[in-house]
Every structure is written in structure tokens, then in C-alpha cells.
């Protein structure tokens, strides 16, 4: 029934062929008939060709009627202002914010003329300052090194990868599009918590493991963590890096179901699950149950998987809890080589409206939080950070540098480059361009080689304007933002400078006991390492 359903799409086309013919036979009749013939012919050639064209996913999927949606983008630019302001909060990303996604995507220039439609004088406005020195930086492949001194197989990765999204929530071609991109510009793809897949393995590039709390390609019958699937995952070439799954900002605390209906041979493979029975994602691991055991699982991943760098991804909740974590890594000894942080703004394929809404802090803050705990407790420098939540543009990516990451991730801006139009359909299988479903049919309208080479379009624009905006700073690398950097129009619409909203605390102020007028070290000296629940 949904199959024939999800085949309404096709009706229009089938409309104007079977007039078209009608019209034809009728000119036996009147000579008339052949203009509307003509008409319907052309028509159904225009929809034959939107089957077989791949520049456009929607027109693959919805042939001739699909058309009506350029259409109404290309009406008058007041209406598309009055649409622009009218829908500007209802949306995730802003129509600018996503038109530079697509123009950098297609390898068309980004540029706009008569100015800023930016309303610079609202509060939350924020800037980049530039320098009466600017640098001309020539190479834009921007990295880092992850990996501690546990750590034997260092990874050299770009600064900018695509954030965990399983196969399960993204469609099989979604996937192989993604990953494909990922090896042509040498970058890498989080897998998500669904597991490793054929189409990951089929693209060929950079993996980011991730391990989650339903233990997907590394799980015993029970459903717990099984190190001998583990292992066989992790030593994958592709396999570049491992991360545990604490939660992500979208849903933090939140598990989640995959319905048996919706699991696919392959994704059973995937997960390592038997098909016919609904796939379960606890809210929290089973394997762990204190920050001290977290530390050691975290070294028994890093064994196994013979010194890949591990870590972990999370949404900052209890801050306490956090440093309740780092206060085992000092106590252990055991040391991540990065942590994710995530930012509450961040994305899903399916969360409950309130979680996505009110539970789990924003990146600013959350990443603000974590860099200045890690310089606390004098372990910054062995720990690499990453940040994700809406991390689209290059201004994005310097500012989430500023405030102490050292890469970014980005889920939803890599899904608007291989096609993604943010129908937000992505939790009903009903993805009008074949992006977050696993539809057949569906996911036929995403072209793979056309997608993979928007990927990696993606990537090396984005890197080439985060070179220009780097160095009209006066800077030689986007790893020496920091947070004076930027300046930001406060609520009172004063403006202040980065740093004395998100000043970097001193290295070692949490161990030397040092009071820091944020709240930090009252919080610390409430933390301890043999439990996360709070010292009575
Ligand atoms: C469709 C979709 C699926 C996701 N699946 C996962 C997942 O399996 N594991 C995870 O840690 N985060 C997952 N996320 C969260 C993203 O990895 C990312 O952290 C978050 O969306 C912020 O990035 P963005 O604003 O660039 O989308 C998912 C996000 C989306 C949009």
C-alpha cells in the first residue's frame, strides 16, 4: 500500500501521457486535437527527461509537477522576501545560509551584490574583525593531527568532516554519495550509530566509527558490547578513528527505536541485528556505568582497535557530569585523544519536539564549557575538540575555531550538498530527493556521481572561503582564532568582544584550585570520578 502510494508522484506524468495519446487518437476526429497532443507530448517528454536528468533530485522524484517548485523560487524578489522573512524562524537553516551550501555544492561562485541583508544592529548579531594586514593563504587544506601520546596510529584529518549520520536515517545512495565525496577530498564521514554498511565500505573513504548505546557492528545477541565485532570493525583501513556516542544535541538522553518494518536486509548487515524485530537504542550504554569504567572502556576500545584515536561525542547536560568524566581521565590516567561536542541546535532524523526544543546545551556554550575544563585540568593539549551544530558557512567554522575547537563536523550541510531541500520529511520515509529514506524508488532520484562530486565541491569551497576570511584576519591558519577575534551586539545591543564573553580560563586553574568567577571550579570540587551522581 505505501509502495503504491509513494507512487502518487508519478501521476501527473501518467496524466499527460495517457492525454497526450487520447488527444491523438481523437485527432482522427478534429484536427484541432493536435495542439493539445502537441501540448501533452511535450509535456511528457519534459517528465521522461526529468526521470533520467540527475542535476535534480526533486524532479526525479516528482517528474513535470516538480517543476512548479522553481517555479514559485523564481517568482518576483518581493515575494520571495515577504516568503524569506515570513518563514525565517520556522525554519533550521535560513534560505541564505542554505543557497551558499548549493552554490558552493555546484562549484558556482557565492556572490551577492548590493550588500548584507543581515539586520547588523539585532541583537546576536556577531562579526569577524579584519586586519589592515591581510595574509594571502594560498593552500586551504586545513588539518589536524588527533592523537595523544596512547594513541599509535595518529590521524591527520581535515578540519572539516561530515558529522555521524546513520545508514538507516540516510538512504544507501545518500551514503555511498557522501562517502565517495569524503575520499575524493581527502575528508572524513562519522558513521552514526547505525554501523558500518556495504555503501560506506563501497565509497572508499575516511570512516569515524561510532559506537553507540545499541552497540550497532559490535553487539552480542543480548544487545550488549561484543569486542570480537568490535574488533573486526575496527580494523577496517577505512577505519580511521573510534567514537563512543554519549548523546547528540537534537536528542540528548533520548534513545530510539528503528520500527522491524523499517529494517532492510541491509540494514540488519549494517547493525548486526536479526530482521523482523524492532531494533532498540537505549538512552545509555550498558557497558559503562561510572566515569571511572567509562575511562577504562574507553582504553579497552583503543586496545582493541590496535592505538586508533578514541573518543567520545556528547551534548553537554549536567556540567558537573562532564567533569565528573574528566576527573577519571586524571584519576586513570586514560585519556580520550578528542571529544565531539555537540550543540543543541544540532540535527536528527526523528526526535520528540520537546527534546529537539528545550533538553541539551547550545554549541557556544557547550564548547565554550568543555575547552576551559580541559585547560582546568591541564589535559587541553593532549585532547582534540570537535564541534557540530549548524556549523554551515565558513564564518561558522572560524568561530566555533575561536572559541577552542580545533575541527568542526556538519551533518545537516553536507545533506543540503547531496540534495537535501530540508522538506523535513526526513522521519516519514517520504524524502521528496531520496536523501533520508529507504524508499528504492525514492533514493533512485539521488545520482551518485553527480552528489559525490557535490560533496567534495562542498568541502574545498568552504575550506578555500574559510582561507579568505582567515586571512583577511591577518592570519596564516583558522587554528589561530581566537575569541577577540569576533565581536558580537548583546541583548542591550551594546557590542562586546569574543573574549570577554568566552575568555579562555588559565591552563591547570581547576587542579591549582584557582577561582574563575564562572563557576567553574564550585562545580569541580562537586564532581568526582567513582560516580556521576552528585557528592551528597
Ligand atoms: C539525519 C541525521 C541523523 C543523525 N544521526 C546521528 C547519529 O547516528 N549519531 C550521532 O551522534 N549524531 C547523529 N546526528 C547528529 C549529527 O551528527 C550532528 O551532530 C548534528 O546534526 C549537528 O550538526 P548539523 O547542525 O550540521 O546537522 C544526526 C543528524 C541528522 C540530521
Not at 540494514?267 to 524492532?278: F, K, Q, S, T
Request: proline residues 5%; contains cysteine; charged residues 20%.
Amino acid at each position: 500500500m505505501e509502495q503504491i502510494k509513494s507512487m502518487d508522484r508519478y501521476g501527473v506524468l501518467a496524466v499527460v501521457a495517457i492525454a497526450a495519446l487520447a488527444s491523438l487518437v481523437a485527432t482522427a476526429w478534429s484536427g484541432w486535437m493536435l495542439v493539445p497532443a502537441a501540448a501533452f507530448a511535450a509535456l511528457t517528454l519534459l517528465g521522461l527527461h526529468d526521470l533520467w536528468q540527475s542535476g535534480h533530485s526533486i524532479l526525479r522524484n516528482y517528474p513535470v509537477i516538480g517543476h512548479m517548485r522553481f517555479l514559485f523560487e523564481g517568482v518576483r524578489p518581493e515575494i520571495r522576501q515577504y516568503l524569506i522573512e515570513s518563514d525565517q524562524d520556522e525554519e533550521p537553516f535560513s534560505r541564505d545560509a542554505r543557497s551558499i551550501v548549493y552554490q558552493r555544492a555546484k562549484g558556482v561562485e557565492d556572490k551577492r551584490p548590493f550588500g548584507t541583508r543581515k539586520r547588523v544592529y539585532d541583537a546576536g548579531y556577531a562579526w569577524l574583525t579584519h586586519s589592515m594586514q591581510p595574509v594571502h593563504i594560498t593552500d586551504t587544506d586545513f588539518r589536524t593531527t588527533i592523537g595523544g601520546p596512547d594513541c599509535t596510529q595518529p590521524y591527520d584529518a581535515s578540519i572539516y568532516n561530515i558529522s555521524a549520520m546513520s545508514f538507516g536515517a540516510l538512504s544507501g545512495n545518500a551514503i555511498l554519495a557522501l562517502n565517495t565525496g569524503a575520499r575524493m577530498g581527502g575528508f572524513a564521514q562519522d558513521t552514526g550509530e547505525g554501523g558500518i554498511s556495504r555503501y560506506h565500505r563501497q565509497g572508499g573513504g575516511d570512516l569515524i566509527y561510532q559506537v553507540g548505546t545499541g552497540y550497532f557492528g559490535c553487539r552480542a545477541p543480548d544487545g550488549s558490547f561484543c569486542p570480537d565485532k568490535f574488533v573486526e570493525s575496527a580494523m577496517l583501513d577505512q577505519v580511521r578513528m573510534i567514537e563512543l556516542k554519549l548523546s547528540q544535541g537534537a536528542k540528548p538522553g533520548h534513545g530510539g527505536i528503528l520500527p522491524a518494518s523499517k529494517i532492510s536486509p541491509e540494514i540488519a548487515e549494517a547493525r548486526g541485528v536479526p530482521m523482523g524485530e524492532d531494533c532498540n537504542s537505549p538512552p545509555g550504554h550498558s557497558a559503562f556505568g561510572t566515569p571511572l569504567e567509562m575511562m577504562h572502556f574507553l582504553g579497552r576500545l583503543r586496545e582493541l582497535s590496535q592505538g586508533k584515536p578514541v573518543g567520545f561525542k556528547l551534548c553537554i547536560g549536567h556540567r558537573r557530569e562532564f567533569m565528573c568524566m574528566v576527573k577519571a581521565m586524571l584519576e586513570t590516567g586514560i585519556v580520550p585523544d578528542f571529544i565531539v561536542v555537540d550543540g543543541k541546535e544540532g540535527g536528527t532524523g526523528a526526535a520528540p519536539l520537546e527534546f529537539a526544543n528545550h533538553v541539551g546545551m547550545p554549541l557556544v556554550e557547550g564548547l565554550t564549557f568543555v575547552h576551559n575544563t580541559m585547560r582546568g585540568a591541564g589535559l587541553r593539549d593532549r585532547v582534540r575538540i570537535g564541534a557540530a551544530g549548524k556549523l554551515i558557512t565558513a564564518f561558522d567554522i572560524a568561530r566555533a575555531l575561536a572559541l577552542g575547537a580545533d575541527w568542526a563536523n556538519s551533518a545537516r550541510g553536507y545533506m543540503f550538498a547531496i540534495g537535501c531541500i530540508q522538506g523535513q520529511a526526513c522521519h516519514t520515509n517520504r524524502c521528496p530527493v531520496g536523501v533520508a529514506t529507504q524508499d528504492k524508488l525514492r533514493q533512485r532520484a539521488l545520482n551518485v556521481p553527480d552528489k559525490s562530486q557535490r560533496v567534495a565541491n562542498f568541502h574545498r569551497n568552504t575550506m578555500r572561503a574559510l582561507g579568505e576570511m582567515t586571512g583577511a584576519a591577518g592570519l596564516s591558519d583558522p587554528g589561530k582564532f581566537l575569541p577577540r577575534h569576533f565581536m558580537m551586539r548583546q541583548k542591550d545591543e551594546a557590542m562586546v568582544s569574543g573574549d570577554d564573553v568566552f575568555p579562555y580560563l588559565p591552563d591547570g586553574f581547576l587542579i591549582a584550585g584557582e577561582p574563575d568567577g564562572f563557576g567553574y571550579l564550585d562545580r569541580w570540587n562537586r564532581a568526582r570520578a567513582a560516580s556521576f551522581s552528585p557528592i551528597d
